[in-house]
């Protein structure tokens, strides 16, 4: 396996496609799976991309993650993942979403989930995100069953 050196988290995460990961401080997350990869070992960081989990997660963001236009930042991209990710947790959980907008859990989740910033409304997550889960989940169903 080579390793990548000394540089930093960012040098490293420069190395790949624009979006592909993300750093906060010297800690580089998968941009698609919101996880930390070990950006020291090029090896590591090439198997997490080609990793099952990765690319199920990366097919299932569909047009959630990927933008067509050229004025979205990396850190928009990131935002839309995390949402996406939220909306799903809470569902998956049988949670409602508009527990999202209790004062305690909305100041929670925003200082200990850096990437998403200030967490929308349970209203504006059902209208965006709600559908997008909800046709992801009919088509892995409709997969599983054909």
């Keep these: 396996a080579s390793k990548l050196g000394n540089d930093s988290a960012k040098d490293q995460s420069s190395q790949y496609k624009n979006g592909t990961f993300h750093v906060s401080g010297d800690i580089m997350f998968s941009s698609t799976c919101n996880i930390v990869v070990d950006h020291k070992w090029k090896a590591t960081c090439d198997r997490h991309l080609e990793a099952s989990t990765h690319l199920e997660k990366k097919k299932k963001m569909g047009p959630a993650a990927v933008s067509s236009s050229e004025k979205k930042t990396v850190q928009q991209e990131i935002r839309k993942v995390v949402l996406f990710n939220l909306v799903e947790t809470f569902t998956s959980a049988n949670l409602p979403l508009n527990a999202l907008d209790n004062p305690a859990l909305h100041s929670y989740l925003e200082e200990n989930l ?31 069953i054909s």
């Excluded at 990437?115 to 409709?142: C, D, R």
Aim: proline fraction near 3%; hydrophobic fraction near 35%; glycine fraction near 4%.
């Design 114 to 144: 850096k990437s998403m910033g200030v967490i929308p409304t349970s209203q504006w997550l059902h209208s965006e995100y709600l559908s997008k889960v909800f046709n992801y989940h009919v088509a892995e169903v409709k997969k599983e």
